[in-house]
């Protein structure tokens, strides 16, 4: 292996900082090719240099690396050219990953320029490619690994002061923050609290780190905690109030804010709020945000009990197969399901399952699959099948319980309290009402259910019988976190 790839002193220099450039021989031939090349690359000059299976390669795509990333002036385009020059060229083969290693960081600061110049879908392309390039770069992808898979670590404050990598753990958050709320949360607060005096520059690390607390606020309001989820918004507010292109980020965490209406049972509110923010979504081009936003208005319909227009929606949206997440599209069979259900349909709410039921075995995740158990639940009991009803609300609550979204669980199994108590079955229903008070109580949960809970809990431990009317008040306290 050739010295020139591990030792090099222009490697060196170049990689500390872009402020460390005047300690490199200005002389040095690597240097000046690379100047060169950035100032032909510029001008929109063929840069005609012959460098496949170069040794001095590497060397040269970490300084032109290091003059794309200080120039932040020259337009998206211009770095674009710098990165299809490395990207043509075939890197000497070695256990250093380092042409992903270079073009990951180039195709950040694509990114970065293409947030200044306003357009969200481009800016969004290069993030992906970034973060693409990055799992292939080591010990970064290794570190990317064990984060996800075991959360915060000691290398954090390392790995996190590069804005690549900063970046690519604010990308795994936004998928594990549906599919595994619980450790999103804990994994968004780790890595926010870790790049507070993070060395990147302050409008990045105000984007990155509103981009974490969005992440956290949307994790939070899956869990029910609420009050925790206003609080991370408005972290998220402050910081991407410090960046060139706030709008688009304003406009996720408006999304976000109209779940966590609809969760909290603010249906009309929800509804009226929805249209303004899918104009914002829809001119900026955050096709993810539209999507929700859809998906948001038929559940509201639904829960509004506006069926026929929920029915006409989902199935819309089923129609056109805009997204490939399987957690989203289970959400919008399960969703189709019980308005199927609601308008007689009985044959279609069963198809609208099974099709869930597929979409759940590919997500895996909890929330899909406490969706579909209790949405079949309601199908069976609605068919007059109320134990085999009852087994599917228990296989509910257990994956609600298991991605840690309590205020699902606790709905779902006070839900079959009520059923329980109803059908004559007392011993089971205080059993299962008492299970879920034990759980609300542990729980940071809104004043207004903590009373209930204290409430019926204190009437129970008297040894009176459970009020029908005080379990239907807490179910209907704790529907306002089915969404």
């Known amino acids: 292996m050739s010295s020139a790839l591990l030792s090099s002193r222009i490697i060196a220099a170049w990689t500390r900082s872009s402020r460390d450039c005047a300690e490199v021989d200005p002389s040095d031939d690597?240097?000046?090719?690379?100047?060169?090349?950035?100032?032909?690359?510029?001008?929109?000059?063929?840069?005609?240099?012959?460098?496949?299976?170069?040794?001095?390669?590497?060397?040269l795509g970490y300084a032109l690396r290091e003059l794309v990333l200080a120039d932040s002036t020259a337009p998206a385009q211009v770095a674009i050219r710098a990165f299809d020059f490395l990207w043509g060229f075939d890197w000497p083969t070695n256990e250093f990953a380092e042409r992903p290693d270079v073009l990951s960081d180039i195709a950040y600061s694509i990114s970065v320029r293409y947030r200044r110049e306003r357009d969200y879908p481009q800016m969004r392309q290069w993030e992906q490619r970034c973060v693409s390039l990055l799992q292939e770069s080591e010990p970064s992808a290794t570190y990317l690994r064990n984060r996800q898979a075991n959360g915060a670590s000691r290398a954090d404050?390392?790995?996190?002061?590069?804005?690549?990598?900063?970046?690519?753990?604010?990308?795994?958050?936004?998928?594990?923050?549906?599919?595994?709320?619980?450790?999103?949360?804990?994994?968004?607060?780790?890595?926010?609290?870790?790049?507070?005096?993070?060395?990147?520059?302050?409008?990045?690390?105000?984007?990155?780190?509103a981009d974490l607390s969005q992440s956290a606020a949307v994790s939070e309001c899956h869990i029910g905690n609420f009050e925790a989820c206003s609080q991370w918004i408005l972290t998220a507010r402050a910081l991407c109030a410090q960046t060139s292109f706030p709008s688009a980020v304003l406009t996720c965490l408006a999304v976000t804010e109209l779940m966590s209406k609809h969760c909290r049972h603010f249906l009309s509110e929800t509804l009226e709020g929805i249209d303004s923010v899918l104009v914002q979504a829809s001119g900026l081009g955050i096709e993810k945000a539209v999507l929700a936003l859809r998906v948001l208005r038929a559940h509201t319909l639904k829960d509004l009990r506006r069926f026929d227009e929920a029915a006409v929606a989902f199935s819309e949206i089923n129609a056109e197969k805009l997204t490939d997440d399987p957690l989203m599209r289970a959400a919008i069979s399960v969703g189709l399901a019980e308005t199927q259900q609601m308008l007689g349909d009985l044959r279609g709410a069963v198809e609208s399952c099974r099709r869930a039921s597929i979409l759940a075995t590919q997500s895996d995740a909890a929330l899909g699959w406490g969706m579909l158990h209790a949405s079949v639940g309601q199908i069976l009991l609605n068919s007059g099948q109320p134990d085999e009803g009852l087994r599917e609300l228990d296989r509910s609550i257990e994956a609600y319980g298991s991605g840690g979204l309590v205020q699902l669980q606790t709905y779902i199994m006070i839900t079959s309290a009520e059923i329980l108590l109803r059908l004559g079955h007392k011993p089971e229903g205080v059993a299962k009402l008492l299970g879920a008070l034990a759980i609300l109580r542990r729980t940071p949960v809104d004043h207004e259910v903590a009373v209930a809970v204290e409430l019926l809990r204190a009437a129970l431990r008297a040894g009176l019988p459970p009020s029908p009317q005080a379990v239907q008040e807490l179910r209907q306290i704790l529907g306002r976190s089915r969404g």
């Open 30 to 59: 690597l240097v000046r090719r690379a100047r060169d090349i950035w100032r032909r690359l510029k001008t929109s000059q063929t840069a005609d240099v012959s460098l496949s299976g170069d040794d001095a390669l590497p060397d």
């Open 157 to 209: 404050r390392q790995f996190l002061s590069r804005p690549a990598v900063l970046l690519a753990v604010c990308r795994q958050l936004e998928r594990d923050r549906n599919y595994r709320p619980l450790e999103a949360t804990a994994q968004a607060t780790s890595a926010f609290i870790a790049t507070g005096d993070a060395a990147i520059s302050p409008e990045e690390l105000a984007y990155l780190r």
